[in-house]
């Protein structure tokens, strides 16, 4: 029964989409892990064999069954926790002194890989952690936590308990796991408000008294001519005349005349659009919802000290806490507006974009701010320059095609990180702007549509009788 | 298909409007200039009027009962719901052919309902069965069975499964479903089939067929007049179905085709052409932009709007005029000033997986 297989109709099988939600989006970390693969690991051998994950009941059934195979599994992880060689080496311990004053660390003998991202360096030359980073290694045994009694000198070793207890908000504990759950991932994470790190942003520096006079008065002046506009259109076209008096010769016409009505927020779409946006509207800095951290995916050549845009930004918000919401239109709005990162979607519009050269650090162009630390440094090694090229191959495409990708990812975006009961997910959250894209469909006087279709059955019908005297050769 | 038409030649309108096809102009030719010229000014916009019922009682249903008429709605733009169909008012070829096939006169072709409820009785029977199997399992563990025993019988039976589930899907074909018997008020006096189905048009459609491009019999005011009562019109009444179409008309004039998305638990869906041409990539629902909700709320949607790989826009809907300004507007028929008294601002809601964004 070929019928039953391949429905015609798009909405039928729409309908059967959501009756069988697979488990495809499902992938590796976000499956249980299974210890009995583990335990092969362990120093002492397991004698039994752990049954691999199987049939779950969903109500309880009589038998214990159930209870038995949970008991096997949980031993299973137990007993390879308790087994397994732990610990760190010793030569390869540094110290993290705990500074109350300024809630973070310092690390008088700092060595490891985990430089490379964490930590920073004050004037005085020492190496400091961030008290999130301080947990995370502790956590991690890279780094033992200490506190210093400072009338008597002595130092006090700190166990994980008392780095908990440390913790001076439950906001700051939900920052902890959701850096640190990234940080595992394999993320650099550095918060938005870290000292002692270069600040680069997308905006130039400016005036902003200036800037923002001219801003207000260019807008509202074309906002003005806009709705006057537009209302006058809209006067006639929505009467009773309209249709009697106008001749429309294509839909197309019919389309712009409805459009006008409904007026929708424009979405800066352009590195210009961008900046403007941003001198238009001042920041404000009592808003409930703060970017939280700065996210770059996992790479090697990262510059702890100047690190550039980051590829993303993480807003937090705690469902649990009943003074927090999940965020409305205008606190969406004023989020985007605080937005300073990659933003991704200039890669679709421009053919390059040069970070380096769209970026300010410390109000210098990024460029000249990376020559400039280059000459001072003395360092003649070339570098390569730009190593976004990689990821901009398919920018060519159909215009129809890239209007669908426009439409899908949206502009400016973050992530909003949800903390449900210490349970991390994420969200991406994306302005969309369907108000400046037209997807109506021109009917063609030939059906000239048609015609592809046919072209395409052809070559179909081509090749299946081409297959077909191959057929009958090697029958021959 | 059921008209053996292509798909592209009948749906080749967008809308129930058409545009006029006025003869090639030649401008040196003077002949050619006042032929162009007649044809404009006699040929108009051809706006066939549809006539629409509107039901009494505490919610108005907007129906167009003329078989014509409800397939013309379907044709040029997609709009409304048979009633007795899923989308596309097919209920009485449907029955036709259903009541032909039982008389003996087997065409093999079946409406896609019918394949949708073979498939549904399939599943159901495959479950049953399931259900059968884990019952013996549940028996084999009270007796005392042990796991090693047990995880052999699943063996067994999963394979058991499988092949019926092989089964199912070669032989069915032959079948023969009958879900009820002909009743006699199905049939009028000529023995022929009674039209019972209706095409039913969601308000904010209705509102769209008679503000903007004038389609129904009816005018919006008629139209406002029966959907609200004037007398007790307040915004709080006024907003939610504003809302809804101030959201439908923003899509719709920008060429998307807008249906219901209850069955994906949003207000909209969005299908670029239409529902025969592809899926639907977008699920819409409106918002206040003042509005919000737990977050399990957001997360729920989006789950079942994912599943079904389409991407979930939160629309949110601001208003730009006082609620007094609005409601007087309304009362006084400036239907126009009331719709672009409020913005339409979106936003993309997508769930994020770290490990798919490292690179």
Known sequence: MSKLKTPKNPSEEAEDELVTIKDEEIDEDEESQDWSQAVKLSTKSMISSIPKRGEKDYEPDGTNVQELLLYRARKAMFDTLANSPRGSIVSNQVKAYYDSKLHGAILPHPKGNFLQTMGSVDQEGRCWLDFQEFVYLAERGTVLPFYINEPRDIEIPLSMQDLYSLFRSQAEMDRYFIFAHLKRLGFIITSSYQRRVEKTSFYPPSNPAFGSSIGLRYDSFLSFIDLKGASLMNAFFYTRWNFLLRRYTSTQKIYEGLKNLVPSVRVPKTADELRFERIRCQLNPTAPFSI????????TNFKKKSPGLPDFQVVIHNKNDASQHFPSYSELQEIFHSLDYKFDFLNEIDEEVNWDNDSYTNGVLR????????????????????HLDTKTENKHGMPHVKQFRRLKAGYRSFLLAIMDDGLISFVKISEADFGSENVWYIPSNQGSSTRPKRHGNNGR??????????KKRTEK | MAKGKPNGVRYRYPLPIHPIQLPILVPHNPVSCIYWAYCYVTTINRVTKIHVDITSGKYAHVLVRNAEQMMYLWENGFFGTGQLSRSEPTWIERTVTRINESMGDGSKNLALER?????????LEFKRKRVEFEKYILD???QGGSIEQETEVLEKQRQALRDFKASQDKDNSEEEIILYNESESLFDDEGGVQPLEALELMPVEAIFLSFALPVL????????????????????TLYPLVRQYVAYHHYRSHGWCVRSGIKFGCDYLLYKRGPPFQHAQFCITVLDSEEYHDYTWYSSAARVVGGAKKTLILCYVERMASEERIVELWKNGQFADVFSSFKIGEVIYRRWVPGKNRD
């Open chain 1, 292 to 299: 939280a951290f700065n996210v770059w995916k996992p790479q």
């Open chain 2, 217 to 236: 019999d009816i005018s919006i005011k008629t139209l406002a007049g029966r959907l609200f009562d004037n007398d007790t019109l307040s915004y709080n």
């Open chain 1, 367 to 386: 460029s000249q701010h990376i020559s400039n630390a280059r000459s001072k440094a003395a360092s003649t090694k070339p570098r390569p320059v730009n």
């Open chain 2, 140 to 142: 084999l563990r009270r």
């Open chain 2, 115 to 123: 394949i949708t409820e073979k498939r549904r009785l399939q599943r």
């Open chain 1, 461 to 470: 019908d081509q090749r299946r009788s081409n297959r077909r005297q191959i």
